[in-house]
């Protein structure tokens, strides 16, 4: 599937032109297309995907939640504020460039961007996470903060729009679809860190997670430190996808998708279901990037709209194809 995504484009290149690109045998456009372009899009789908599906399988497992996902916490509301914050008040928005395009094209920094997201989702989950502390990290608890804390900084982000110029929101909005355009090489390696240390630390507590799967008092009774394997590993899964999020924008549904395929597929056993969630987060991202590019007539359509066509019958699916009064 990554040859597949990475052989197609926009750009008028045939499957021969791709080969020969790839050994720097074509003209030097192919080549900066194929290497500066889509070579870093295919490796960000492939982490990034990954990262995202982890992520929900994960808090799935400790929130007890099969609805679960990286946005259950409002990390992806959070950094939509941070991005926007960025965007519009200081490059493009009513304290710096006004209506003028040129001067927002001169002022935008989209690493500063990424950070201000970055920033605000770790504030994000830091608070829930001290919240939840009043409560033993309950997963009833985790959820509703969540949603609590999610609400906020969606109003905080539509009272800032609110008061945007017309290029400044705009470019806001732009930000707002989860792009994997705009990935390069150095974005990609510090997802890859973030995700593989993340991935690390979750298959060396597969044990304890299948042990969490028949509630928290096994758990404890097979010598599993409840409340702190929680806190790690809600924190984990929500700094992977601050971290993806801050770079891409938003990708839904690749964290419910993924895991229930899986689960279906191979059981709940987590010593084989987190490699193989990843593997299916990979695979979905570059099918997804793949149509998104095959559809875009020119232009390549954002890929978080294409993992939202994909997940929400699949959402739909899940909450009807359960039985009445069926037992877990």
């Known amino acids: 599937m990554a040859v597949i995504c990475m052989f197609t484009g926009s750009a008028n290149m045939g499957f021969v032109e791709c080969v020969k690109a790839l050994f720097f045998k074509s003209s030097s456009a192919n080549i900066r297309i194929l290497y500066n372009i889509r070579i870093p899009r295919v490796l960000a789908a492939i982490i990034a995907g990954a990262g995202l ?30 991005a926007n914050l960025s965007i519009i008040a200081f490059a493009g928005g009513f304290l710096d460039t006004g209506h003028n395009v040129v001067n927002y094209a001169s002022s935008a920094n989209p690493y500063a961007t990424s950070l201000m997201a970055f920033i605000f989702s770790i504030i994000s989950i830091l608070l829930i996470l001290s919240l939840c502390q009043l409560r033993s990290f309950s997963p009833n608890v985790v959820v509703l903060a969540g949603i609590a804390i999610g609400s906020i900084w969606t109003a905080a982000t539509t009272i800032l729009q609110f008061y945007a110029t017309d290029v400044g929101i705009s470019a806001a909005v732009i930000w707002n679809f989860g792009d994997l355009g705009r990935a390069t090489y150095k974005t990609d390696l510090i997802m890859f860190v973030v995700v593989f240390i993340g991935l690390i630390i979750f298959i060396l507590n597969a044990w304890k997670y299948n042990a969490l799967l028949s509630g928290d008092a096994s758990a404890l009774s097979m010598g599993v430190d409840v409340k702190r394997l929680r806190f790690i590993s809600l924190f984990m899964a929500s700094l992977i996808t601050a971290v993806c999020v801050s770079y891409l924008g938003i990708i839904g549904f690749v964290g419910i998708i993924c895991p229930h395929v899986i689960k279906k597929l191979m059981g709940q056993d987590h010593r084989f279901s987190i490699v193989s969630t990843a593997l299916m987060g990979s695979l979905l991202l570059l099918f997804a990037d793949t149509l998104s590019r095959s559809m875009g007539s020119g232009s390549a359509l954002p890929v978080g709209a294409i993992t939202s066509l994909l997940g929400a019958p699949f959402f739909l699916m899940i909450i009807f194809s359960r039985k009445a009064g069926k037992k877990c």
């Open 53 to 82: 599906a982890i992520a929900g399988l994960i808090m799935q497992t400790n929130l007890n939640n099969a609805m679960a996902s990286p946005s259950t916490l409002g990390v992806s509301n959070a950094a939509v504020f941070g």
